[in-house]
């Protein structure tokens, strides 16, 4: 039987390595100059592979359609990619957060260890190759074979679709699947950007904050409408020239994105955000804490009291917020001062004006709609012998592995059916 995967990423290399391994005859088309090109600057550049949590945490972890993928873990999760690449030859480690990487912190390793595997399996590769559309038998809508760029047809038994989401254009997701899946009578699901920056409406306060991050701080993200906390993370953050950024900040993100009138609650200027540099400590502890360090520096300016509080770039903003004239010395500051002091360093607030372009964003949020899919097999429900595989289909996770977990098990069920 041939097979023809369209889509060179993660998804559509496990898609290929799957089908060959049941004896496939198969063809990868890549439009690309290079396989895994999201791949590559996944997690920094160091490929956060999967999680090492249980798969009903992988499901909490997907507000996009999480129930959907149950099948498909069961048929591959975090052991089988790790297993496959420990076979390659490629050791992987845990980090915080529950987050798998490779041992050489190196996407390029794990990308060498698909690259191995489909050479192995004799998958033919056509790299620099763009398909125009899927052909169909319109009668029996069965598929037939596709037809590329250049007018040539490639004949084929079954087609997986694996061409990824809108994000990240530069890397080939231009949304060129979506197209081919609608031509077909799929539904595609609205497309919004998911694991993406935040702007915010004192911009010009984050920008004299640029490039400055902060780590263990906890989040919680308030509807004022309703004084209503809607999302709330703890881990690491950065403020950008436009607003913040940093893995909370995108997790947070793909929970926005599913919130009901979320364009209209912050054009209102409805979505708060409060920032508790120190969540370790209460606000008493916070100001005996306070006490402490002013008693070491008893003689000096409040703007130079707070070295050991605070990271230096935040000190003067901190206690332009609190109201505190910096130039006071710590002897002088009375008790309503500190107490106003310490409710701004455990709630530093920002009014989220937006998200930044879905050409910015990880991921994107939505796709063919999943009723639309067999969730056992992949497979359409509409087109025989067309199926789906990763970002394609209206799937999507939080940050930590779970997105690419999504790619390798989606695209092993499609594959091996």
């Not at 955000?273 to 005996?288: N, S, Y």
Request: proline share 3%; charged share 30%.
């Amino acid at each position: 039987m041939r097979v023809v995967v369209i889509g060179g990423g993660p998804a559509g290399m496990m898609s290929a390595i799957s089908s060959a391994e049941n004896g496939n005859e198969v063809i990868l088309l890549e439009k690309m100059q290079s396989l895994g090109r999201k791949l590559l600057i996944t997690g920094k550049g160091r490929c956060n592979i999967t999680s090492s949590l249980n798969i009903q945490e992988f499901i909490k972890n997907t507000p996009g359609n999480g129930k959907f993928l149950y099948s498909v873990y069961e048929n591959y999760d975090n052991t089988h990619i790790i297993k496959f690449l420990n076979e390659q030859g490629l050791e992987v480690k845990e980090e915080r957060g529950n987050r798998i990487f490779p041992v050489t912190d190196k996407s390029v390793d794990v990308l060498k260890c698909f690259s191995k595997k489909l050479k192995e399996l004799n998958v033919k590769i056509y790299l620099n190759t763009r398909v125009e559309e899927i052909l169909i038998d319109i009668e029996k809508k069965i598929v037939t074979g596709v037809k590329l760029e250049n007018e040539e047809i490639i004949k084929a038994d079954k087609v997986i679709l694996a061409t990824g989401g809108k994000s990240y254009p530069l890397t080939g997701s231009t949304g060129d699947g979506y197209k081919m899946a609608k031509k077909l009578g799929h539904t595609i699901t609205d497309l919004k950007p998911s694991l993406v920056p935040l702007t915010v409406y004192e911009k010009d306060e984050c920008k004299e904050l640029q490039g400055l991050s902060l780590r263990n701080v906890k989040i919680n993200i308030v509807d004022t409408s309703k004084n209503k906390i809607i999302y709330e993370d703890f881990g690491e953050m950065i403020f950008t020239h436009f607003g913040i950024s940093g893995p909370i900040i995108l997790s947070s993100s793909a929970h926005l994105v599913r919130y009901k009138e979320i364009e209209k609650c912050m054009k209102n200027k409805q979505i708060r955000i409060d920032i508790d540099l120190k969540p370790a400590l209460t606000v008493e502890k916070l100001d005996q804490r306070i006490l402490r360090d002013f008693e070491l520096f008893k003689n000096k300016e409040l703007k130079n009291s707070l070295d050991k509080l605070l990271p230096q770039k935040l000190i003067d903003f901190v206690i332009q917020k609190s109201g505190i004239n910096k130039y006071k010395r710590v002897n002088e500051i009375s008790r309503e001062e500190r107490k106003r002091l310490c409710n701004i360093v455990k709630k530093l607030q920002f009014f989220i004006s937006g998200f930044r372009p879905i050409d910015e964003a990880i991921i994107t949020s939505g796709g063919v709609q999943v009723k639309e899919i067999n969730p056992k097999t992949m497979e359409s429900k509409l087109i025989k012998g067309l199926y789906f595989a990763g970002e394609i289909i209206d799937v999507d996770s939080y940050t930590g592995g779970f997105n690419l977990q999504i790619a390798y098990s989606t695209g092993y069920v499609a594959g091996k059916n």
